[in-house]
């Protein structure tokens, strides 16, 4: 008996009906047109949410999205332009082409920014160059557009009106990413790593002239794709304090694009609808929305996903420009963060492996890897510049420790070291990824809320039916596999914290996808049908109402408190009085406005340093600043601070609580402990003022 070959993913098209389909593009042109005027109530309504003592934050909100959001929309613009020549090079003709665009570009942009940051070149005539890098990617979009408007054959399709389902999920992310760093969420204790480096370097490269190391914060030796982009809007907007909303803007424009790419991606197993279901199963997902919101990197390892699973759908495997494309968006979020290795780059890895046939493996691998390398080359050549050493601060022991001593060296493996043996590792996995967040805690210290939702188990729903269905069977395996890499990675090489897991949002709505497309095809029938259709819809509303009930518990029920609230944190917004008054309780406003302009501070277990205009100096717990220099050189306190008075520093704010917290987790200098320091201080300075949370800011002479 002959077998039945499968058909080719990209030419299956599913039986219609006439009327049915007319009437449901009757409702989506209608939903076009309502969706966006939903998203805008909702955004009013949640920008609310700001307790009782606080007006409401809508004028707030507004005032943010017109001053921030068109610098955020301009890069992602500029970046779909440049990968209009990239594509055409590279992909040809496709069905997704525009979806294609949009990740290919993304991953020049991030490139082009790296590189020309790393040189100065986006500083050049203070920033023009930034401005020529933007404009000439809008004018290829531009151009782009005009030759698209006067083709005869061009057919506009409006969304599935499932799309807008999500607006509840769109809001909540617009509205977070216009709260002030710091602020949202409880599970990335206030996204202290914004604070810290994600938009801290941009601020410094600002100051610095371009994109480089500096000795006080090893996470700038890191990629830093996405903070090069941060930088490119620090450079455009002219100050990297005024910069954060547009970057929290653009990190959520990410997340937005790569709802989109997965949902084009679905859209291929079964249609508009299935497409729509898989961007509303993604923005639906807490994880998705709190990571997004904040000027975090991982919604661009996601981008640079689900782009990789659009091309290898195509099946245009014989080329060596498959192995290209699909080494240049792996190498680029790779270039965000150094995780997606193992998250996209191996998977996609073995996505292209087999999808080639094996006497064509030279051609695709080559193909790839020289992708990649030219892609990774800005971080590579940077980094073996200034530490010798191309991935410092990893494999110290064989290409060189940089500016570390062996000591710090030690302390950086142990705390990137994996311990724990099969069953914890399983039992991890049950809790911060298959029930995250639902029943009791295992976590009493952690915040525990539903950030993963049921993702998990309607994944693994979605691709047993997947498996089941004739035709989706092939499409199946292949997310399976991206799924079981990604869990395998994510168990074996990293801690088992459930954001870490975040890529995995990718191919789980595509799995649910594939699942919506499975019992589409075994019910026979049409999903436009009103009963149908309105159970759909009421499931996806329900779904997006889980991020929603997760922010309205943040701070209290006044999540939306902070909304616009950079230039109060900062005290620019204070009248004199409010700031001498605010000043005892805040070191912030006592250090940007009360202290003499000629100050020079010493932070010592405080590294989320954003908000600090004045003469400040930092570190991470990783690096050695000055007086662990000064503690290193002496046994006697009195000329620590001698030593310190002599570099110039006037003051001296500690942070105890998170100096145990070092201590404790051994990270740490271990001459430099909590007790140590406060009673040095307590003995040879003057305290000039104590905060809450036991901060304490000392005057050294």
Request: proline fraction near 6%; hydrophobic fraction near 50%; charged fraction near 15%.
């Amino acid at each position: 008996m002959k077998k039945r070959r499968l058909q080719p993913l990209s030419s299956y098209n599913p039986p219609v009906d006439a009327a049915p389909v007319e009437a449901s593009r009757r409702i989506d042109r209608l939903a076009m047109v309502a969706g966006p005027l939903v998203v805008l109530a909702l955004i009013g309504w949640f920008a609310g949410w700001t307790g009782p003592d606080q007006p409401h934050g809508g004028t707030d909100t507004a005032r943010v999205l017109l001053t921030s959001a068109p610098w955020a929309i301009g890069w992602l613009a500029a970046a779909i332009g440049y990968g209009w020549p990239l594509r055409r090079l590279l992909a040809g003709k496709s069905r997704d082409a525009l979806a294609i665009q949009a990740g290919l570009g993304v991953a020049a942009m991030l490139f082009l920014d790296a590189a020309l940051g790393a040189i100065g070149v986006l500083q050049l005539g203070g920033s023009i160059g930034a401005w020529v890098l933007l404009l000439g990617g809008a004018a290829l979009l531009a151009e782009q557009l005009r030759r698209w408007m006067i083709t005869t054959d061009r057919v506009i399709h409006p969304m599935h009106w499932l799309t807008w389902t999500a607006a509840g999920s769109i809001a909540v992310l617009l509205v977070s990413a216009c709260s002030a760093p710091g602020w949202l969420w409880a599970s990335e204790f206030g996204g202290y790593d914004a604070l810290s480096y994600h938009l801290q370097l941009p601020k410094e490269w600002l100051a610095l002239g371009r994109i480089e190391p500096v000795n006080h914060n090893v996470y700038s030796y890191l990629p830093g794709y996405v903070e090069a982009a941060y930088y490119h809007l620090a450079v455009l907007k002219g100050d990297g304090i005024e910069a954060v909303y547009a970057c929290q803007l653009l990190h959520a424009g990410l997340t937005l694009l790569t709802a989109a790419v997965a949902g084009r991606f679905a859209a291929r197993l079964g249609g508009p609808i299935v497409g729509a279901a898989a961007f509303v199963v993604m923005l639906g997902t807490p994880w998705v929305i709190v990571v997004g919101s904040l000027a975090y990197n991982e919604m661009a390892v996601a981008l640079m996903l689900a782009t990789g699973l659009l091309i290898a759908s195509e099946r245009r495997s014989d080329s060596w420009r498959f192995g290209a494309m699909m080494g240049i968006v792996a190498a680029a979020a790779c270039g965000a963060k150094l995780t997606a290795a193992g998250f996209v780059a191996v998977p996609l890895g073995l996505l292209m492996l087999l999808s080639v046939p094996p006497r064509r493996w030279t051609r695709q691998i080559i193909a790839a890897c020289a992708a990649g390398l030219i892609i990774l080359l800005p971080y590579l050549v940077r980094n073996w510049a200034y530490a010798g050493n191309p991935i410092f601060p990893f494999a110290s022991g064989v290409l060189g420790l940089g500016h570390w001593t062996q000591q710090q060296a030690d302390i950086w493996n142990a705390a990137h070291t994996i311990c724990g043996g099969a069953m914890h590792r399983l039992a991890e996995a049950w809790n911060q990824f298959l029930r995250y967040g639902i029943g009791p805690s295992p976590y009493p210290d952690e915040p525990w809320a539903p950030q993963w939702s049921i993702l998990p188990w309607l994944t693994a729903l979605g691709v047993a039916a997947g498996c089941a269905s004739p035709r989706l069977r092939r499409i199946t395996i292949q997310i399976a596999v991206v799924l079981i890499a990604q869990l395998a990675f994510w168990l074996i090489f990293t801690h088992i914290k459930s954001r870490f897991m975040l890529p995995a949002a990718v191919p789980a709505a595509l799995g649910v996808g594939i699942g919506l497309g499975a019992a589409i095809d075994r019910l026979r029938t049409t999903p436009s049908k009103p009963l149908i259709a309105a159970a759909l819809g009421a499931i996806a509303i329900a779904w997006c109402c889980v991020p929603v009930a997760v922010f309205r518990h943040e701070r209290d029920g006044a999540p939306a408190h902070h909304v616009g609230w950079v230039d109060m944190i900062t005290g620019e917004r204070l009248a004199p009085p409010q700031r001498r008054e605010l000043a005892d309780h805040s070191p912030i406003i006592m250090i940007n406005h009360i202290l003499p302009a000629d100050a020079k501070v010493l932070l010592v277990g405080d590294a989320t340093p954003l908000y600090y205009r004045a003469d400040i100096t930092y570190q991470t717990t990783w690096d050695r600043g000055p007086l662990s220099r000064a503690i290193m050189g002496s046994d006697d306190p009195t000329a620590w601070f001698e030593l310190l008075r002599q570099d110039g520093f006037t003051h001296l704010l500690v942070e105890p609580t998170m100096l145990e917290v070092w201590e404790d987790s051994l990270w740490n200098d271990p001459n430099m402990t909590a007790s140590r320091i406060i009673n040095a201080a307590q003995r040879f300075a003057f305290l000039e003022q104590g905060y809450p949370s036991d901060v304490r800011l000392y005057r050294l002479r």
